[in-house]
């Protein structure tokens, strides 16, 4: 089992940056993908980016490429969403997922999820 613990939501206005965090705890393995999916009010959760463990090949939605970064910490099991330039339309809540293999675009292809953080972008 693999536990995602996401941090670093909150309310910011268009333009502000945010940076979210997702801790990795349990059976991590370098092997594994991470990635960030976002949920908006009566909306499917949708793919945003994704990165590799071993790698850090990493891929982006065309909604967000450009103004966010994935990262990754492998000492401290931690993957980061630097989001910039936020506009209204990022407002949902974000989820950290993870999965063994390559990057896959599907949230049913992930095993392992957080519990989400909103991330609100007033106008």
């Known amino acids: 089992q693999v536990q995602l613990v996401e941090s670093g939501g909150g309310l910011v206005q268009a333009g502000d940056s945010l940076r979210l965090s997702c801790v990795a705890s349990?059976?991590?393995?370098?092997?594994?993908?991470m990635a960030w999916f976002r949920q908006a009010p009566g909306k499917e959760r949708e793919f945003v980016a994704a990165i590799t463990w071993r790698t850090s090949s990493a891929d982006y939605a065309d909604s967000v490429k450009g103004r966010f970064t994935i990262s990754r910490d492998n000492a401290r099991n931690t993957v980061f969403l630097q989001m910039n330039s936020l506009k209204p339309e990022d407002t949902a809540v974000y989820y950290c997922?993870?999965?063994?293999?390559?990057?896959?675009?599907?949230?049913?292809?992930?095993?392992?999820w957080g519990q989400g953080t909103q991330v609100t972008v007033s106008s």
């Open positions: 997922a993870a999965r063994p293999g390559v990057i896959y675009w599907s949230a049913i292809k992930y095993d392992y």
């Open positions: 349990g059976r991590t393995s370098s092997t594994y993908c």
